[in-house]
């Protein structure tokens, strides 16, 4: 099969599936309908751990019963709260760490992720990778709360020493405004 150019949850579900290993300890700051959490839980295997967070009650039922239907939640952590406090909540290294911003496909729209705990969140991830490891950021630009995300994140992640980490952005340039867009930050050796 050849090789096809997709979007930007693509890229970053691909990058995950080359990085994490069977064992390893991986975080989905963002649970949403669960799909990114059962994926992860299929990746790091029987030995492996998932640490899951999200703040509506509604996303961590949902995410339980697909993993518990699919033979997978032995293997993970749900939390129902925001992922600001991942720097909490894990105390070991991880593998990666995976957002998908912006809000819950098919829930309400008026709760969203927001800058201020997505830079928490996403400050506390960067300082739990482990050498190689890395940080996959789904950014969704197009309404108020994304494009501010998006322009922060441009921001930071622009400013992260490329002696630490290296940090790819990727976004369609004909796909039109509000597209999804894609960062992958990697932890040097």
């Given amino acids: 099969m050849a090789y096809e150019l997709r979007s930007a949850r693509y890229l970053a579900a691909d990058c995950l599936r080359q990085v994490i290993q069977p064992g390893d300890t991986v975080i989905d700051a963002t649970m949403g309908n669960g799909h990114d959490t059962a994926m992860l839980a299929e990746l790091v295997g029987a030995a492996g751990h998932v640490i899951a967070f999200d703040v509506q009650a509604d996303a961590v039922a949902h995410t339980r019963a697909a993993l518990e239907e699919a033979g997978l939640l032995d293997r993970c952590e749900l939390h129902c709260m925001g992922h600001e406090h991942i720097g909490e909540v894990v105390q070991s290294p991880v593998r990666t760490a995976t957002f998908n911003l912006g809000w819950l496909p098919g829930g309400n729209k008026t709760i969203t992720t927001l800058w201020p705990t997505t830079k928490q969140a996403v400050e506390a991830c960067l300082k739990l990778l482990v050498p190689g490891g890395v940080l996959t950021i789904c950014s969704y630009p197009g309404h108020a709360a994304g494009d501010v995300e998006r322009q ?38």
């Fill in 152 to 189: 922060a994140l441009m921001t930071l992640l622009s400013s992260l020493r490329p002696q630490e980490f290296n940090v790819l952005h990727q976004h369609f340039l004909n796909a039109g405004a509000g597209a999804p867009e894609c960062f992958i930050i990697q932890r040097q050796y």
